[in-house]
């Protein structure tokens, strides 16, 4: 377990090089920016990195900052610790991608229920009655054999929690920020997804509070199929359309 | 601002990296950072605009350098100090010195339905649409130094009207403290040739929400 755990290959390292790594506590609490070098080799080399990230100092500073705050804020009287604990379980077990694929199981089967879905996807899922809550503004865009869409949000995270969960590490990544909107097919390539040269592609960057499910293609050879089985062929990344829906085989 | 979250179009970054299996949360203090956050949002101390914003706000290499849920801590570090919910030296020293500011509300585990369902930002209309479906429009070359959802990439361009949304809360204006101001939402869509030039690849089609202030007519 470790703090850069959470980007994957992140090259900003290499960029920063020799800039060493910058510990975060120095520029918070006086609101100016101090940069202080705590290992000059960052970047350089990662497996020395990874083992001063087990041993030491970064994570264990992060946790005592997160510490810090949560006890500053529980003492000020603005937050308990047990609701706290509610409310991350909470986002562990109550929203996740099983409740996108469930929804984009039933457009699947039912022809009304996919027309409503495009026509205005809140209010669709709301009335499914067994996916968690889902709030305003949420969008259904279809892919078929002439479009495929790829969602985005190039400058923060934006992403349908209520449908999806929250967003895996490489959605909120720079590596997908930057080019999901320059280079669509290359970072499907990334997926190992390929598509038609003439399939056009929608890239969604979700800019606004407007969250966008893509609704993928159902694969062939699934003819009368259930719904709970359609739903294990739709992976979470089919639904932010970096990935087609799985082919049936993948569940025999 | 033009900071370095305004990614879009930006090279270098490398290859996109999934990981296949991906916990939730890869350490417990993450789910603390992402609880905390709407904890704070909920009892009214700050928005989720003004979480985005001290985000943005960080200097260029500690945002490029830090994780997810680390830039979140810094953000909401940032946004407790600023607007008076807790001292820098009580951050430093890990306790409360002083009690805390009255706050609306206090998040507790009744309430956790409405924390987990996204709140609505449409409000009434201030005045007509200017745009409707289908209107070329040209986006706006401005580069405000405050919070912005107008993204670099787009500015300048000539795009078409897709969908509108109605009236939204203005993040703009939100994050500065300067109310809801509720703006008409479009959907602007480009084509790749307008956004990247002439080698773009042509079946590529981006849009992004754009808020009728970032919008002219062309």
Known sequence: MRGERGNPGHTALDMLGSA?????????????????????????????????????????????????????????????????????????????????????????????????????????????????????????????????????????????????????????????????????????????????????IRVWDSTAEARYIVVPMRPEGTEGWSEEQLAQLVSRDSMIGTRLADRPEKTQ | MNGVHDMGGMDGFG???????????????????????????????????????????????????????????????????????????????????????????KLTPADLDKVMTRGCYTRPAQAPARFKLGDRVRMKNIHPKTHTRLPRYVRGHLGEIVHVHGCHVFPDTVAVDQGENPQWLYTVRFTSEELWGPDADPTVKISVEAFEPYLDAA
């Not at chain 1, 562990?92 to 996807?121: C, M, S, Y």
């Not at chain 1, 590596?175 to 970072?187: H, M, T």
């Not at chain 2, 996109?16 to 950072?33: I, K, L, M, S, Y």
Request: glycine fraction near 6%; charge should be negative; charged fraction near 25%.
């Open chain 1, 20 to 200: 060493g790594k910058i510990t975060s506590s120095a520029f918070l609490h006086d609101g100016t920016t101090r940069f202080q070098k705590v290992n000059p080799m960052a970047g350089q080399d990662h497996k020395h990195e990874h083992h001063d990230h087990e041993h030491g100092s970064e994570l264990s500073e992060t946790q005592l900052r997160v510490r810090a705050l949560e006890t500053v804020l529980t003492e000020k009287g603005y937050i308990d610790s047990e609701t706290i604990d509610q409310l991350i379980e909470a986002y562990e077990t109550q929203i996740g991608p099983h409740n996108g694929a469930r929804v984009i199981a039933r457009a699947w089967v039912d022809p009304g229920f996919k027309k409503d879905l495009l026509q205005d996807a809140s209010k669709a899922v709301a009335k499914l009655g067994y996916v968690s809550r889902v709030g305003d503004h949420l969008i259904a865009v279809e892919n078929t054999p002439r479009v495929h869409n790829m969602i985005v949000c190039t400058l923060c995270s934006c992403y349908p929690w209520e449908v999806l969960g929250l967003p895996p590490v490489w959605y909120k990544s720079a590596p997908y920020r930057s080019r999901a909107v320059k280079d669509p097919r290359g970072v499907l390539a990334d997926f190992e997804t390929s598509l038609p040269a003439d399939t056009e």
């Open chain 2, 15 to 105: 290859k996109v990296q999934p990981e296949p299996n991906e916990p939730v949360f890869h350490a417990p203090w993450e789910g603390r950072v992402l609880a905390l956050q709407r904890a704070m949002n909920f009892c009214g101390a700050y928005n989720i605009d003004m979480s985005r914003a001290a985000q943005e706000t960080l200097p260029p290499p500690v945002y490029l350098r830090a994780d997810y849920y680390s830039r979140w801590a810094m953000g909401i570090e940032r946004n407790v100090v600023a607007r008076g919910y807790a001292g820098a030296d009580e951050l430093a020293a890990g306790h409360a010195l002083r009690p805390g500011m009255p706050i609306k509300r």
